[in-house]
């Protein structure tokens, strides 16, 4: 996964229409079907005294087959429905893109096709991450390393198995444990049991 300093940088470079896509996929670790499906009606803002929180429900996910063109269907599993509480620092970009980018009707997609018709194929797409993948110096990260930073990051911040399993959509404990990358935190975690002591 890229580093917060190469997340950035990627931010700084991408597409402005794309930025909200890479907040999601590294926040709340959604896979590409799953986020090239989401409608403007699976974005929930939700406001309460002195607080904002968005929550991203994904229920579907979209294909491309050969021949046939998109297919909206279920998600990879049963486990892949599921409801994201973003975090709160992305909460901005995220309205601004619904404002500036994304039709009014509830079924509107949050990235559509260039012209607007459609589905953003992966190809399509790639125009856009590979030079911001290039500018942040990380020219081998797939777009998948995204959601290996989401995992990540949710495991950092205290995440149980179970809550990365669910974050992820994940149908088993040991497919979250693969997107983990923490390696190298034990110094950490031995200050931080001393403080607790």
Same mark, same amino acid.
């Given at each position: 996964?890229?580093?917060?300093?190469?997340l950035?940088?990627?931010?700084?470079?991408?597409t402005?229409?794309?930025k909200? *896509?890479?907040?999601?996929?590294?926040?709340?670790?959604?896979?590409?079907?799953?986020?090239?499906?989401?409608?403007?009606r699976?974005?929930?803002?939700?406001?309460?005294?002195g607080?904002?929180?968005?929550?991203?429900?994904?229920s579907?996910?979209v294909?491309?087959?050969t021949?046939?063109?998109?297919?909206?269907? *279920?998600?990879k599993?049963?486990?892949? !429905?599921?409801?994201? !509480?973003?975090p709160?620092?992305?909460?901005?970009?995220?309205?601004?893109h619904?404002?500036?980018?994304?039709?009014?009707?509830?079924?509107?997609?949050?990235?559509?096709?260039?012209?607007?018709s459609?589905?953003? /194929?992966?190809?399509?797409?790639?125009?856009?991450?590979?030079?911001?993948?290039?500018a942040?110096?990380?020219?081998?990260?797939?777009?998948?390393a995204?959601?290996?930073?989401?995992?990540?990051?949710?495991?950092?911040?205290?995440?149980?198995?179970?809550?990365?399993q669910?974050r992820?959509?994940?149908?088993?404990? /040991?497919?979250?444990?693969?997107?983990?990358?923490?390696?190298?935190?034990d110094?950490?975690?031995?200050?931080?049991?001393?403080?607790?002591?």
């Amino acid at each position: 996964p890229p580093t917060p300093s190469e997340l950035q940088a990627i931010l700084n470079a991408i597409t402005p229409r794309f930025k909200a *896509a890479v907040v999601l996929a590294a926040w709340t670790g959604v896979r590409y079907g799953e986020l090239t499906e989401l409608r403007r009606r699976d974005v929930e803002i939700i406001s309460e005294t002195g607080s904002q929180s968005i929550v991203v429900n994904v229920s579907r996910g979209v294909t491309h087959v050969t021949g046939q063109g998109f297919i909206v269907g *279920a998600t990879k599993s049963e486990a892949g !429905v599921r409801a994201i !509480v973003l975090p709160p620092h992305v909460n901005d970009l995220v309205i601004t893109h619904l404002n500036e980018f994304v039709g009014r009707s509830a079924d509107s997609l949050l990235f559509p096709s260039a012209d607007g018709s459609g589905h953003l /194929a992966q190809s399509a797409f790639w125009k856009h991450w590979n030079p911001a993948r290039t500018a942040a110096g990380r020219q081998d990260m797939p777009w998948h390393a995204l959601r290996h930073y989401g995992a990540t990051r949710a495991a950092l911040a205290g995440a149980t198995l179970k809550e990365l399993q669910s974050r992820l959509g994940h149908s088993t404990v /040991a497919a979250a444990m693969r997107y983990q990358h923490t390696a190298g935190r034990d110094e950490e975690l031995a200050r931080r049991m001393s403080e607790l002591a």
